[in-house]
């Protein structure tokens, strides 16, 4: 979302971009559940820098008061905005395909080092028995 808000309405439109991003970044969502903010800061927010945990943590809270209009429209939607920005273009360098081939490649270096550690064990067990 590269728009800047301009209304009191496009604060929870903000907040759910940022959790879709942290889930789809870190975790901490099942398949097909979108949690709100609030709920991601709890289950991944220690993964964020403590400068954009904060800022995450105010568009949070402003995400829960704008379901009140009267409260909602003195929030500052400008400096929420910003702090939208800069959590978008903390989250988002990576896209989706590269963080699965990422697990991909994590999963398969993961098997390889257990292949290696067994071979080595296979190895270590017949020179004791002195078949090599």
């Known amino acids: 979302m590269k728009r800047k808000g301009h209304s009191f309405e496009d604060i929870p439109v903000m907040a759910d971009e940022i959790a ?7 975790g901490g969502a099942r ?8 709920q991601m800061l709890r289950r991944r927010g220690a993964a964020l820098p403590p400068r954009l945990r904060r800022r995450a943590a105010r568009l949070a809270r402003a995400d829960q008061m704008a379901a009140q209009p009267r409260v909602a429209r003195q929030l500052p939607v ?12 903390h989250l988002r360098p990576m896209g989706e395909i590269t963080r699965w081939q990422g697990r991909a490649v994590s999963f398969a270096a993961s098997v390889a080092f257990g292949l290696m550690v067994v071979g080595a064990l296979a190895v270590w067990i017949a020179l004791q028995r002195g078949l090599l």
């Open 31 to 38: 398949r097909g559940e979108h949690p709100p903010l609030d």
């Open 20 to 26: 879709v991003l942290i889930a789809s970044r870190f």
């Open 78 to 89: 400008d400096a929420l905005a910003r702090d939208h920005a800069a959590l978008a273009a």
